[in-house]
């Protein structure tokens, strides 16, 4: 028979696993990913891939010390976007990226990640962008957009453009050239910020082309619509929470789970046997 001292140690331990009522501003990003809400919501969007998705998520957090002072109520918000999108947040890959701005994390979609989301749609043939090197260029008319290139011309390994090219299963090609003069000039009129510039200018200059290219005459599907808003807007700090809830600010939070290994503990064993998988 179950002593009294017993009895009160079990309903201490059962309260002491019942989730709080906390502000999610307050909470760490390994304790954010942590929380039952958090957990459902990208459980929702990536079903057996999200606790994947959040270990790299947290990995990419814990290697950047840059992204580590931004709120993690915003990293959070970010990475959503990249999980409805369906890319990998690895930094290394060039899908999408997820960088510091004030304070703040924001997402922004890579280079290949236009081409992924573009490749998705069925409706492209063929898509690619490249650096343009000295001595390569022989002819760009931009009227008529004839561009001659001689790729083995190449007298140094100075970039001196970009040339985006994509041709669509129906027959219409479109291909557009930007010398380093014109991505700069875009660049310091349109970026907020030159953090990822610094970090990788021909990825950044590539995206540019690509994107520019792509809204003006490419077939974007809604998916492809929502990458181009969501990519290097001011990003809005709020909760990802329950619709149902009074307070979006309040999540249940229960400190006695933790990550193990950076990947997230959960009641059903099945979410730990998922792989994310992506298209190359």
């Not at 650096?131 to 083995?152: F, I, M, S, Y």
């Not at 140094?156 to 299963?169: D, N, Q």
């Not at 910020?193 to 792509?214: E, I, Q």
Request: glycine share 6%.
């Amino acid at each position: 028979m179950a002593t009294n001292n017993a009895l009160k140690n079990q309903l201490a331990n059962k309260k002491d696993a019942t989730p709080q009522q906390v502000s999610a501003q307050s909470l760490g990003l390994k304790s954010l990913l942590n929380t039952p809400t958090m957990q459902k919501k990208f459980e929702q969007v990536l079903n057996k891939k999200a606790p994947q998705f959040m270990s790299s998520l947290l990995n990419l957090y814990n290697g950047d010390p840059y992204l580590q002072k931004a709120d993690a109520m915003s990293v959070v918000t970010s990475a959503m976007v990249a999980a409805t999108l369906d890319l990998p947040v690895d930094k290394n890959l060039g899908y999408a990226w997820i960088v510091p701005y004030s304070g703040k994390a924001q997402f922004q979609l890579g280079y290949k990640g236009y081409i992924q989301l573009a490749l998705r749609t069925g409706q492209y043939k063929g898509i690619n962008v490249i650096e343009v090197r000295e001595g390569e260029l022989v002819k760009w008319n931009r009227l008529t957009e004839e561009l001659e290139l001689d790729l083995e011309g190449a007298t140094s390994e100075k970039i001196v453009g970009y040339c985006g090219y994509f041709k669509l299963i129906n027959g219409f090609e479109k291909t557009v050239y930007w010398s380093r003069a014109e991505i700069e000039a875009h660049k310091k009129k349109f970026s907020k910020s030159d953090f990822g510039w610094k970090k990788d200018f021909d990825a950044m200059a590539k995206k540019t082309v690509l994107r520019n290219m792509l809204s003006k005459w490419g077939i974007l599907s809604i998916e492809m619509q929502t990458a181009v808003a969501k990519d290097e807007e001011i990003p809005e700090i709020k909760d990802i929470t329950d619709e149902s809830q009074e307070d979006s600010n309040i999540i249940d939070y229960n400190p006695e789970q933790i990550l193990q290994n950076g990947d997230p503990i959960d009641q059903s064993e099945d979410l730990l046997q998922g792989e994310i998988v992506f298209e190359q």
